[in-house]
């Protein structure tokens, strides 16, 4: 009976501290999440801290005047009323379709594009080193000719941003494919994989690392594109983040102008940000991603 009781003791003893073990790692777990948070915040919160300190000291250097070169404070409050403004937000409207629209096409040309060339002989000795001529090409010397073929409309603005994307990720593609293993190839034909699903279940995963920073590049490109098309193509009927640049630069008011430019900045980090996440969880399903740097 005795015997009976202390093993009934130690057995709750055991679950208890089984219970505590789970609840301890729990804690650590979390901790270590808030710890790797604060390790990926506290870098960005330092170097906005001292871009704002030298821009403040810029200011008080007496540089340029106050009306050319407003200092961080002025220029913060009038964000916050532009943040609570409708011309924030449709502006923003507008800017997100046409970004969204452009870079769309730009995404389906460039795949298309990239597998062609990287699997044609001809079509890579025809036009191989002419998509990397285009990807060097400023996206500003298209609109000559785009506002001659579409006048001051969107079609304009639609044109360049999609050649401005659209190189950088066929050559995402290209390099992709270029850089996986024959003998990752050759195992995938062992196993049954031919034609479209050779592609959908060997090449696409092995190139997706490669693909996904030719669409990173490729919002960049598309990015500026579409920044430098609402700076020239102002359509009256459609307010947008870029016209209500122009629009500060022309009535001189550089506390706005200021404003849109952190908007336009803050909308890229966010992007890029995303394209982190994407490639952080490609790396990981990779096994790649080092553990203590997640």
């Known amino acids: 009976m005795a015997s009976d009781t202390l093993a009934s003791t130690a057995r709750s003893d055991a679950e208890i501290s089984g219970l505590d073990a789970l609840e301890i790692a729990g804690q650590e777990k979390e901790a270590s999440r808030v710890a790797r948070l604060w390790a990926a ?16 000291v810029v200011v008080w250097s ?5 009306w050319a070169l407003p200092g961080p404070g002025p220029v913060f409050s009038d964000l916050a009323d532009y943040a609570l403004s409708s011309a924030l937000w449709d502006g923003l409207a507008t800017t997100a379709r046409r ?12 795949l298309l594009l990239g597998l062609g060339v990287s699997q044609s002989r001809v079509l890579r000795a025809a036009i191989g080193s002419m998509i990397t001529a285009l990807q060097t090409m400023p996206s500003i010397a298209w609109f000559p000719l785009a506002i001659l073929l579409f006048q001051l409309s969107e079609q304009a603005i639609f044109f360049v941003v999609v050649l401005g994307a ?12 270029d850089y996986v293993p024959p003998l990752l190839k050759r195992a995938g034909r062992n196993l049954g994989a031919r034609g479209l699903n050779l592609y959908r279940y060997v090449i696409a995963p092995a190139a997706l690392p490669a693909i996904v920073a030719g669409l990173k590049q490729g919002w960049a490109f598309a990015w500026r594109s579409l920044m430098a098309g609402e700076l020239l193509v102002v359509i009256a009927s459609r307010t947008s983040i870029g016209a209500q640049l122009t629009y500060a630069r022309d009535f001189s008011d550089a506390e706005r102008l200021m404003a849109i430019m952190i908007v336009i900045l803050v909308v890229g980090l966010a992007v890029d940000a995303a394209f982190g996440a994407a490639d952080k969880a490609i790396r990981r399903r990779w096994g790649v991603l080092d553990q203590a740097g997640q």
Request: glycine letters at 14%.
């Open 41 to 56: 915040t506290w870098p960005k919160l330092a170097a906005l801290a001292i871009a704002v300190g030298i821009w403040q």
């Open 62 to 66: 007496g540089w340029k005047d106050p």
């Open 99 to 110: 970004a969204v629209v452009g870079f769309a096409a730009a995404v389906a040309v460039g």
């Open 166 to 177: 659209a190189p950088s990720i066929a050559n995402g593609v290209i390099h992709g494919v």
